[in-house]
Nanobody, 112 residues
């Protein structure tokens, strides 16, 4: 059974940076798309960024030029580097593999 484990969340002041990691374990294929989603209190879960096995990326407009998604296929790991964080970025961030495998989520709080 495939499992995803996220790490790297925490609390930071506006303008700060964080780096999230998501490691996949189990029988997976590197061809899967991996991505990050987030859910703020009272809001729907939304796409943050996705990356294909070949390195193609898609970002939400709200995070373009601030966040960078990357992956290491050899380590079955996807990363999200978040710069210039804003209070609106506060949410639980979830990693996703393919169409249906989710991580447990990691809290990111941006507050002064």
């Amino acid at each position: 059974q495939v499992q995803l484990v996220e790490s790297g969340g925490g609390s930071v002041q506006p303008g700060g940076s964080l780096r999230l990691s998501c490691a996949a374990s189990g029988p997976i294929s590197s061809i899967y798309v991996m991505g990050w989603y987030r859910q703020a209190p009272g809001k729907r879960r939304e796409l943050v960024a996705i990356i294909t096995s070949g390195g193609g990326t898609v970002y939400a407009n709200s995070v373009k030029d601030r966040f960078t998604i990357s992956r290491n296929n050899a380590k079955n790991t996807v990363y999200l580097k978040m710069n210039n964080l804003k209070t609106d970025d506060t949410a639980v961030y979830y990693c996703k593999l393919g169409q249906a495998v989710w991580g447990q989520g990691t809290q990111v709080t941006v507050s002064s």
